[in-house]
């Protein structure tokens, strides 16, 4: 072709092309050769063992969960078995782990390998946690009512129950054993870094549950440690070696109060080796009136509580903060002369009496008179209830004798049906419900012991206000002259968080009350039982320390601000009416900003005595998340 000239290749340029073809094939085949060696070599020496590792983690965790089935059954013997049973699937799981030891040498894959390595040990230690509970718990399974075969099948049911106290302080240095296990778990588990787990490799699930496992094992070892002392000290506290005295007032939930409601009756209770006997029972209105030379009323009960000018026992619990409330009633009852001297103060309101009425077959005899808590049309409420405020309350003309020692002897009733009953027929369920009651605030303890004392408030059994870090609020309120109100007034309550592009946090706290029942005949000169009259209702709520006001609607006074216990309080004032309804809401400023990739933590703390009030939360108008409020609930929120 012209314009082209002919390149002739001699024989030696092609022997160098071909030359460097083979050259580069032979490097091609032994990058291949390379590859399968090294394929093979990882799938021996990590991916097979990985995946057999992983089998055995699978097997573990599900015997793992047997456990845990065991336990929600309350039966301690098949709880036993299957920690046994999973201590060998984690030996397994840990051979298996060891045939993966090389892993540790090889960049990035190494850190998955420790996190492995640590959970697996964590795992170990906290079977030696639960087995060492389990095994505590067997010699008195017949004595909680659990299932299992236990030490004390023999002799009556206070015989057991004397032999498990003093047999009791043997075991209780088995708390020690399990707080050194927690503490060698929770070590191993926060060597785990959950940042190791990227969202992008679709790993974020395994990062939440690691942060969330850690967070876990930090609560679950300072609430051991700090319940510790309690512990140690419970032999003492049933009356081993020396008998103990406590003061039990009842508190009316249908009268609320800030501790839980109206204290409206004592019993002192005895306990000898475990063994409850009620020394005395009566109104509180006797130990009011043994009382000389009393203090003006606080500034609350003169402003709102009608012609009540001193400050009485009855009056006493006007702190949300139980302690603080019964240091109060102490100093008014130390003036009693006579008084009996006791070791602590429990209280407890109607929720205990109906669910443990309804757990002993729903009967009790007291005083001749036969409780159950079946719906009574009369207030529609449980007839236990009626028949307590109809024999208490109703106005008469002449001294009611049985007012006094109606209370006691029903909580006697309650304990001699129980003790006389085979454990395993009511003990497991009665012991389960009083742990649900003090969880909801139901029961609430003041021991004087400070051991037993600071463990008490260690598992929030002592109606303590909380310090805390973030968002907090506790609605408390009293019942100022408005019969039993409480127990058809229904409230719900809403948080709408508006958060502004700096972070900053204005809410709006709404409270709604209804009460749909008609209105009871109060006039005394009739002798009607008054239970449905107006609610003169004390409002107080407390927020973060520094919470600014803004505004508000509803309240019958003048919104008035201060701190107390740590917070800033909020505090008013409104009625409710019989076939009526009510709205308090009130507008402030959060103390602090946020940003919108943190979640933001929030504690609401629960008013003892209240029971299923619905809470809603709310941000910028839209509702996330709405539950009825039965226990302090801590809540983290994404803003």
């Known amino acids: 072709m012209e314009g082209f000239n002919k390149i002739e290749l001699d024989s030696d340029t092609k022997s160098k092309s071909s030359s460097k073809k083979r050259k580069l094939i032979k490097i091609i085949v032994a990058m291949i050769i390379v590859l399968v060696g090294i394929s093979i070599f990882s799938f021996f020496t990590i991916v097979s063992p990985a995946q057999k590792t992983y089998g055995h983690g699978l097997k573990t965790f599900k015997q793992a969960q047997k456990i845990w089935d065991a ?12 920690i046994e049973k999973t201590k060998k699937e984690l030996k397994e799981t840990q051979k298996s782990l060891a045939t993966l030891s090389l892993a540790r040498f090889i960049p990035i894959v190494n850190l998955y390998y420790n996190d492995v390595n640590h959970l697996v040990k964590a795992g170990e230690y906290g079977l030696d946690a639960i087995s060492t509970l389990v095994d505590s718990l067997k010699p008195y399974v017949d004595v909680l009512g659990l299932k299992g075969k236990g030490s004390f099948v023999m002799g009556t049911a206070e015989e057991r129950i004397q032999t498990a106290v003093l047999t009791m302080g043997k075991i209780t240095p088995s708390i020690d054993e399990i707080a050194k296990s927690l503490s060698s778990a929770r070590r191993e588990i926060d060597k785990v870094d959950p940042d190791h787990y990227y969202s992008f490799l679709g790993l974020s699930s395994i990062k939440n549950q690691l942060a969330e496992a850690q967070k876990l094992a930090d609560e679950g070892i300072i609430l051991v440690e700090q319940a510790r002392p309690f512990i140690k000290t419970l032999p003492s506290l049933l009356g081993d070696p020396e008998q103990k005295r406590y003061l039990v007032l009842f508190q009316n939930d249908k009268e609320l109060r800030p501790t839980g409601g109206f204290i409206t009756a004592y019993a002192i209770f005895r306990i000898d080796k475990g063994i409850v006997h009620v020394d005395r029972s009566g109104d509180i209105y006797d130990l009011d009136n043994a009382i000389v030379g009393k203090a003006k009323a606080p500034e609350p009960i003169l402003k709102y509580l009608p012609k009540v000018y001193a ?102 009733a309650i304990m001699e049906k129980a003790l006389k009953s085979s454990p395993k027929l009511y003990w497991g369920l009665l012991f389960q419900d009083m742990f649900a009651k003090i969880s909801e605030k139901h029961v609430l303890l003041y021991l004087y012991n400070k051991d037993a004392q600071d463990g008490i408030e260690a598992l929030n059994a002592a109606g303590r206000v909380r310090s805390y870090e973030g968002d907090y609020l506790h609605i408390n309120q009293a019942n100022f002259g408005g019969a039993k109100a409480n127990l058809f007034v229904q409230e719900s309550v809403s948080q709408d968080f508006e958060v502004g592009n700096d972070g900053t946090i204005i809410k709006k706290l709404k409270i709604n009350y209804v009460n749909p029942h008609p209105p009871s005949d109060c006039n005394l000169e009739r002798g009607e039982l ?39 309080v909020f505090e008013g004032f409104l009625t409710v009416r019989p076939k009526g309804s009510a709205t308090f809401s009130i507008f402030y400023r959060l103390p602090f900003k946020v ?16 029971n299923n009030n619905e809470y809603t939360l709310i941000i910028n108008g839209k509702e996330i998340e709405k539950f009825p409020l039965l226990t302090d609930k801590e809540i983290k929120i994404e803003l």
Not at 71 to 82: H, M, R, T
Request: proline content about 4%; overall charge negative.
């Open 311 to 412: 400050l009485n026992l009855r009056d006493s619990n006007l702190s949300p903060d139980f302690v603080e409330s019964m240091k109060t009633f102490n100093s008014l009852y130390e003036k009693i002369a006579g008084r009996t001297k006791v070791d602590g103060i429990i209280a407890l309101d109607t929720h205990v009496l109906v669910s443990t009425i309804k757990i002993l077959d729903d009967e009790v005899f007291a005083s001749g008179i036969r409780f159950t808590t079946k719906t009574d049309d009369r207030c529609n409420c449980p007839q236990v209830i009626y028949e307590l405020e109809d024999r208490i309350s109703r106005p008469v003309g002449y001294e009611k004798a049985v007012r006094k020692e109606l209370l006691g002897s029903l909580l006697y």
């Open 595 to 610: 940003t919108k990739t943190s979640p933001l933590p929030l504690l609401i703390q629960k008013q003892p005595g209240t």
């Open 530 to 568: 008054c239970l449905n009259a107006i609610l003169r209702d004390w409002i107080r709520i407390y927020v973060p320390l520094g919470s600014e006001f803004l505004e508000s609607k509803g309240s019958e006074v003048k919104i008035s601000s201060y701190e107390e216990l740590g917070k800033t």
């Open 71 to 82: 336990i929600k059954k309350q039966n301690v013997e098949d709880a036993s078995s299957e």
